[in-house]
């Protein structure tokens, strides 16, 4: 660490550190400095202060002395000359005929050089110039070809805000700034609008880019496929940043409407920014989390599934079990407040019509494996709204891996708990391990987290139902088991209930006469 102080020579110009040494320099003062243009007059901005030695240019040359009211005397006398020389420059750049455009004169503190800046449409033979302008001032003359950009932080004005221009009055250093940030901001592409007095793009355009592209990371592009809280689909027509809504239109009776809603109501797949350090380590951080979660309730539901086989008939797991469609919709509305649409509700309830004609039968008990595929079907349930909750945010497939891998591991840690596994069972089982773990799992579950990224959470529990009706009609199919009146009226029932889950929100709605 090294004590430093900060000095500017212009109005808004760049910082330059110096050492105080022993001096008791505060902000508000003038100091005698040493640069690499001479001596100069400073105006002090900060205070003495600690700062790393890498923050700072070497060598760091000491401040001479604090200015004294004969310092000052001397400074504004030079702004005087400075003025006279102005008005002289001009003269000598008419009678030589050069196409330049005189902006400001600089004498340093000691007079020992003197500085011209000017501007002009490209380069500029001066050196006669330079000739008569160092007989006139008999110094070291120096010119100096600036932008427009310096030519207005010099010259000052007032912007289109009605305030002084930013560049005069605070701004040290000019920001790189780029049609980009107009773009992300929704502002006129019109050039007068967006350009500051200078000409070129304005300043200000950078001060709020990063909460702009903070926002605009958390909504949908305009043309973008969304989906709407009550499970329909529509297109993005625009968005408003600062409130954070979307414009969707939507086809209702084969008429476009028009619906605004919350960005946090919607279902889309999140824009993907360059950013790598802080996105690479949130994503990483949502794939560790959807991963434990997921596969830790795959696991549970799962093994709760296996165990009721041994208390009750097969039927009764599977209607109690795929009760899960019946489920998600209940904790959707009581626990996240989501609403769901009629047509969805009806397609509920025929569905659990459907699974009884299809899987229950007997006698009507409820015993120890009813109660546990019914903890079974909540946990099924739990986990589709886990992974819609996890597939918008997170690469559907890595998600699949993550959840089968910590699945995998407890189920092999519960395995050692309550059985005594023997390779001789494992080799013999190893057909109907392999389909279960690669198809019935692994393929079935990735292909429902990809799915789940664009589908209502309840429209997907009433589709992954429809395992009950394929393995009817794949039995009848085939092994030629029989399908009954019954089971053909549940597949039925089944379809129609898909059908109608898909219907849009306002289908029963009367419409209004015109």
Not at 77 to 105: S, T, V, W
Not at 207 to 224: A, H, I
Not at 262 to 291: Q, T, W, Y
Request: charged share 25%; proline share 3%.
């Amino acid at each position: 660490m090294v004590k430093v102080i900060g000095v500017r020579f212009r109005r808004a110009g760049k910082v330059y550190y110096f050492k105080p040494l022993d001096m008791d320099i505060t902000t508000g003062m003038h100091v005698i400095v040493e640069t690499a243009r001479g001596v100069e007059y400073g105006y002090v901005v900060l205070g003495v202060k600690d700062m790393d030695e890498e923050k700072v240019f070497q060598p760091l040359k000491p401040v001479i002395r604090i200015a004294t009211p004969q310092d000052d005397a001397v400074a504004d006398e030079n702004r005087q000359k400075e003025k006279d020389a102005f008005k002289i420059c001009q003269e000598k750049i008419a009678k030589h005929g050069l196409d330049m455009k005189l902006i400001d004169a600089e004498y340093t503190f000691d007079n020992n050089k003197m500085l011209f800046y000017f501007t002009a449409d490209g380069r500029i033979d001066f050196r006669e110039l330079v000739k008569d302008l160092a007989a006139v001032f008999k110094t070291r003359i120096e010119l100096r070809q600036i932008g427009v950009r310096d030519e207005t932080k010099i010259l000052g004005g007032i912007g289109i805000c009605g305030r002084p221009l930013c560049c005069h009055t605070y701004l040290s250093e000019f920001a790189p700034v780029s049609i980009k940030m107009a773009k992300e901001q929704n502002l006129s592409l019109n050039p007068t609008k967006i350009s500051g007095v200078c000409g070129r793009l304005m300043c200000c355009l950078k001060n709020e880019q990063e909460t702009y592209e903070y926002l605009n990371r958390k909504l949908p592009g305009v043309g973008d496929i969304v989906t709407l809280p009550d499970g329909m689909k529509g297109e993005v027509s625009g968005v408003n940043v600062l409130r954070q809504l979307v414009k969707v239109l939507v086809d209702v009776n084969d008429e476009k409407e028009m619906r605004e809603c919350p960005v946090e109501e919607l279902k889309f797949k999140p824009k993907h920014k360059k950013e790598k350090g802080k996105e690479k380590k949130k994503d990483r951080k949502s794939l560790i989390a959807g991963g434990l979660v997921c596969g830790t309730v795959l696991c549970v539901s799962s093994n709760l599934q296996q165990a009721a086989f041994a208390y009750t008939t097969v039927g009764k797991v599977g209607f109690i079990t795929a009760l899960y469609m019946l489920l998600v919709p209940i904790i959707s509305l009581v626990f996240f407040k989501k609403r769901v649409s009629l047509p969805v509700w009806i397609g509920v309830g025929l569905g659990v019509v459907g699974l009884y004609l299809l899987c229950a039968g007997g006698k009507a008990t409820f015993g120890k494996g009813e109660l546990l595929a019914l903890a079974c079907s909540v946990g099924f349930a739990i986990h589709i709204l886990v992974i819609d909750k996890y597939s918008a945010i997170v690469d559907g497939v890595k998600l699949s891996c993550a959840q089968f891998f910590v699945s995998g591991i407890i189920s092999v840690i519960l395995m050692f708990i309550f059985e005594k596994p023997s390779i001789h069972a494992i080799m013999s089982a190893a057909p109907y391990l392999l389909y279960t773990g690669i198809l019935s799992c692994g393929v079935a579950f990735t292909f429902q987290t990809l799915g789940q990224r664009d589908s209502d959470p309840t429209v997907a529990s009433l589709l992954l139902c429809l395992e009950s009706v394929f393995a009817v009609i794949f039995a009848w199919v085939l092994i030629d088991q029989k399908m009954s009146v019954r089971e053909l009226s549940g597949c039925i029932i089944m379809f129609v209930a898909i059908v109608l889950a898909q219907l849009p929100a306002d289908v029963f709605k009367k419409k209004q006469k015109v």
